[in-house]
């Protein structure tokens, strides 16, 4: 029995050390994103890291002390806090919310927000039966198949705006007919899947852009396509912008950190985790919890944040965000 527990601290006290040091390295390297897209793809993993080295923690606290215990300890630590930095400011940051007043009494918008997984999605029917029973006034859907809008279209009386060049991959479904729609040609950036409505409201029209961004590695064409969205947003009244989509980009990147700022809109969803949903199975591996926050909801200055909602597991990869915005008009 000693030998076979020595065997067992030992396996311990060499797999908490990998954990620590690797958890270590990975956010130093994160750092690095402030300045280089390459580095800034460990960003994406901050959380992980983060939770890779508290275990690695708890792991090395029931092995006896050492020096490898030590700087076990030492190198989770560091991982914490350096992931701690690319975390925090997410979890305390401003998403403009609704005074109790404002909800009640100023015009609300529902809009939903979902990557539907394409093809690979085998329960089409039954994410349009949700979709349509929560009412939303406007839908942004991502990797739309024929199969999701027959079903959808065939349950809710929605207008459809979207790009047929595209195969309309992504879709903007609303209650009210927008008053115009398509996205104008820009010169700088790279291309992605998006679409355009404006619609007519009080007070002015407001404008409503879905967009699908590609994955964050290699590095460079999701910036490129952050740079063109960014020069689409540039044409519309600001203040009533509404932008969402799957950006493939966590709130704790340099990359999403950048965009934010150059939209100049307010990212109304925190730290909310999107993907994978429980659903998602690939290469066998099931994931019991998401641990990437992609999908995102941004809107201008006379919007408001009534709520903000993660839906449920509905077959796609992704799980849907709810977002309800009152329309409060700056004076």
Not at 167 to 178: D, L, N, Q, T, W
Request: with cysteine; hydrophobic share 45%; charged share 20%.
């Amino acid at each position: 029995m000693g030998l076979v527990r020595v065997v067992i601290t030992r396996i311990l006290e060499d797999i908490a050390a990998a954990l620590a040091v690797g958890s270590a390295l990975a956010m130093l390297a994160a750092q690095g994103g402030r300045f280089s897209d390459r580095l800034d793809i460990a960003t994406h993993f901050a959380l992980v890291f983060l939770v890779l080295a508290m275990v690695a923690a708890l792991m090395a606290a029931l092995t006896p002390r050492s020096l490898l215990r030590r700087v076990t300890l030492g190198a989770a630590a560091l991982a914490v806090a350096l992931a701690g930095v690319l975390i925090l400011p997410e979890m305390v940051r401003n998403t403009q919310p609704a005074s109790d007043s404002e909800g009640a009494e100023l015009a609300r918008l529902k809009v939903i927000q979902m990557n539907t997984w394409s093809g690979r999605n085998q329960t089409m029917d039954e994410t349009a039966d949700w979709l349509v029973a929560q009412d939303p006034d406007i839908i942004v859907v991502e990797e739309s198949s024929r199969r999701f809008q027959r079903a959808l279209e065939a349950r809710g009386d929605y207008h459809r705006t979207c790009d047929p060049d595209d195969r309309c991959e992504v879709i903007i479904y609303s209650k009210a007919a927008p008053v115009s729609g398509g996205l104008p040609r820009v010169s700088d950036g790279a291309y992605f899947p998006a679409t355009r409505a404006t619609f007519d409201a009080p007070g002015g029209d407001f404008t409503v852009i879905g967009a699908h961004f590609t994955w964050p590695v290699p590095a460079g064409p999701q910036q490129q396509q952050s740079l063109r969205l960014t020069r689409i947003a540039e044409l519309y009244d600001r203040d009533r912008l509404i932008i969402t989509g799957d950006f493939n980009a966590t709130p704790w990147s340099f990359t999403l950190r950048r965009q934010d700022k150059a939209l100049g809109l307010t990212r109304r969803n925190r730290a909310m985790l999107t993907w994978p949903a429980m659903a998602f199975s690939r290469w066998n591996i099931h994931m019991p919890l998401p641990f990437l926050a992609i999908d995102h909801v941004y809107a201008g200055s006379d919007w408001k944040t009534v709520s903000v909602e993660r839906g449920p597991s509905l077959g796609s990869d992704h799980f849907p965000v709810i977002v309800t915005l009152a329309l409060s008009p700056a004076d």
